[in-house]
């Protein structure tokens, strides 16, 4: 059997130089010639998909989440029942122990769940010949160049990733090896236990949620912390202007964004700074909620993936288009935010038709940033025509509630919408474990069509 090693070196080395394309137009040949390999090798292995002979991508139906739970076994290669995955999985979460896997042997199979983020968990199915290829194109689009030259100079020290998360996963542990040292922290375990283990470690490269990074930079500033990571990355959540720049301030580092979901290794951030799709290896519709094209859901395909199929799979998630190329002169799309999901789009009707309008969550954001430094935290939760938020104020309450009613009031003013009522209720912070989010549309105003 070839070694994991070589394996993983292979798909870092293609994808760090063959796979850096310039041109548009080259990207999407590639792309081509690898959906029809995929159509033609790898659909018809699915019992989804078993009988037909699709020429494009456009002559198949749309999947989601609940259509891909729902019929687990068919959008599978490898026969794998959906009960069979879950108890896996759910006895990985229970125990804390993420190394069991479907099967054994060189066959085996890694399985995770999801965090649930949009209401229902998910699993997902790697295989072996994946994981190494997941761990060489994670490598190849994430590491800068400083980092780069330490992995393969053979007598430096070993990278230190201190990587954060609900979950680990035989996903994750593939990036373990002689050059590099992977150590993974429970989130469920809060900051408190990983601040000694990271002072001893001392990890060049530092991987969680903002959230968590957050915190982790204000242990720094408190001098309980003593770390200073040259590569930050964030994962799981939208990251905000004020966790980056507290992020900053404390490790003196910008934060890097991964855009990695159940589904796939879907964007990173160049060395510019910017976010941009791994279209090498995806293929993504844009689904355009404005008539601007400025934002779009995801409909994505991952054409190098083999035993869970991903073929047309709608995303919840809100992207917001990069007004202006990247510097870096990748061809593969440029994003400017990662906004958060569709369900964290509020809908108001407006001032003089009464139409519904879309509010989406950066605009919220930007009015609380807006608000000054009073707000420390906030939640905000849409329940008809009114607006529950919670929130942390530094100093005077009544201060903080004056300055984010006056901004959201702008807002409203700005977009010409019917002004909602604002509910003020103390800020909770989130469980352990669970992923952030500051923005939710749990009910539309009644009679209210809310359509993009």
């Known amino acids: 059997m070839i070694p994991d090693a070589l394996i993983m070196a292979?798909?870092?080395?293609?994808?760090?130089?063959?796979?850096?394309?310039?041109?548009?137009?080259?990207?999407?040949?590639?792309q081509q010639a690898g959906i029809q390999r995929f159509l033609r090798e790898v659909l018809p292995r699915a019992p989804r998909f078993q009988g037909l002979s699709?020429?494009?991508l456009a002559e198949l139906p749309t999947m989601d989440k609940a259509a891909m739970m729902a019929n687990f076994h068919d959008y599978n290669t490898h026969g794998v029942q959906l009960d069979a995955a879950f108890d896996i999985g759910f006895r990985a979460e229970n125990s804390r122990d993420f190394a069991p896997m479907l099967g054994a042997g060189p066959n085996a199979l890694t399985v995770g769940l999801s965090s649930g983020t949009s209401?229902?968990?998910?699993?997902?199915?790697?295989s072996r010949a994946e994981r190494l290829r997941w761990a060489g194109i994670l490598l190849a689009r994430a590491l800068p160049q400083h980092l780069l030259k330490r992995l393969l100079t053979p007598w430096a020290p070993p990278l230190r990733i201190a990587f954060f998360l609900r979950a680990n996963s035989n996903l994750y542990t593939t990036l373990n090896s002689r050059r590099i040292d992977f150590a993974f922290h429970d989130l469920l375990l809060g900051v408190e236990p990983a601040v000694p283990r990271m002072n001893a470690s001392q990890p060049d490269i530092l991987v969680g949620p903002p959230s968590l990074l957050r915190a982790l930079a204000a242990e720094a500033q408190a001098g309980r912390l003593r770390i200073r990571p040259s590569h930050v990355?964030?994962?799981?959540?939208v990251l905000e202007t004020q966790d980056a720049e507290a992020i900053r301030a404390a490790f003196g580092v910008a934060t890097h964004q991964l855009y990695q979901a159940t589904e796939g290794f879907l964007g990173y951030t160049c060395e510019h700074g910017t976010l941009h799709l791994n279209e090498s290896c995806v293929?993504?519709?844009?689904?355009?909620?404005?008539a601007e094209r400025t934002r779009f859901q995801p409909v994505i395909t991952d054409f190098t993936r083999e035993t869970q199929l991903i073929v047309r799979y709608r995303l919840n998630d809100v992207l917001r288009v990069a007004p202006q190329p990247c510097p870096c002169g990748r061809a593969e799309r440029a994003i400017d935010a990662i906004e958060g999901r569709a369900d964290e789009v509020l809908w108001l009707p407006e001032r003089d038709s009464g139409k519904a309008e879309a509010i989406y969550p950066d605009l919220i954001r930007r009015a609380m940033l807006f608000a000054g430094p009073t707000v420390r935290e906030f939640e905000l939760t849409q329940s008809g025509m009114t607006l529950h938020i919670g929130l942390l104020a530094e100093g005077d309450r009544a201060e903080a509630i004056s300055c984010v009613s006056t901004q959201?009031?702008?807002?409203?003013?700005?977009?010409?919408?019917?002004?909602?009522?604002?509910?003020?209720?103390?800020?909770?912070?989130?469980q352990p474990g669970v992923k952030r989010r500051r923005v939710r549309m749990a009910q539309a105003p009644e009679g209210l069509k809310c359509t993009f």
């Open 10 to 30: 292979v798909h870092f080395t293609r994808t760090r130089w063959q796979l850096d394309f310039r041109e548009r137009s080259k990207l999407e040949a590639w």
């Open 283 to 290: 293929h993504i519709e844009p689904e355009w909620l404005d």
């Open 119 to 126: 209401g229902n968990r998910g699993v997902f199915l790697v």
């Open 408 to 430: 959201l009031d702008l807002l409203w003013r700005t977009m010409n919408i019917q002004p909602p009522t604002l509910a003020f209720t103390d800020w909770q912070p989130a």
């Open 233 to 237: 990355i964030s994962v799981a959540e």
């Open 54 to 56: 699709p020429r494009s």
